[in-house]
């Protein structure tokens, strides 16, 4: 009682912080001299991230207490751009362990740089990978 009485005189001395219950992640911050709790957090202790499976760029890591999941995505592996199959306005690139595809199109910048000499291109491949606009093509 005089533990409380001094603290409503003066005031609460919050200096440590304590878990609710053994188990759980949720902490307390405690009065040091008469148990008052004032603000809640929350702490949990991951272990390493670790790929969800062999064929996935999804990480997790679980909390050792509570045994919450934090999950971010990785750095995909992708191989090389190529044209997508008969769309040559469209170029793609998989990830070789998800398998997620990233398209880029020919309105993006940097598409016409990959690999292409326009000098030697007939008039409708220049059209198609757009490298000439819509009335340059068929008002010459
Ligand atoms: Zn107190
Ligand atoms: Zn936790
Ligand atoms: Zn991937």
């Known amino acids: 009682m005089i533990k409380k009485l001094i603290c409503k005189l003066s005031s609460h001395r919050f200096n440590a912080w304590k878990y609710i ?4 992640c949720e902490q307390v911050l405690v ?7 004032k603000e809640l ?3 949990h202790q991951f272990g390493e991230w670790k790929f ?12 050792k207490r509570d045994h ?3 999950r971010r995505s990785a750095v995909h592996q992708f191989g090389d751009w190529e044209f997508d199959a008969g769309n040559s306005s469209k170029k793609v690139r998989i990830c070789e362990k998800c398998r997620e595809e990233e398209i880029l199109f020919n309105s ?3 598409f016409s740089t990959w690999g292409e000499d326009p000098t030697k291109m007939t ?7 757009g490298y000439i606009s819509d009335s340059q093509y068929f008002n010459p």
């Open 68 to 70: 919450y999941v934090e």
């Open 31 to 37: 009065c040091n001299r008469c148990g008052f709790d």
């Open 108 to 110: 993006d910048p940097g």
């Open 21 to 24: 219950t053994p188990d759980s």
């Open 123 to 129: 008039r409708a491949e220049l059209y198609n990978r």
């Open 41 to 43: 957090r929350v702490v």
């Open 52 to 63: 969800e499976d062999e064929n996935s760029c999804e990480q997790v890591r679980i909390c």
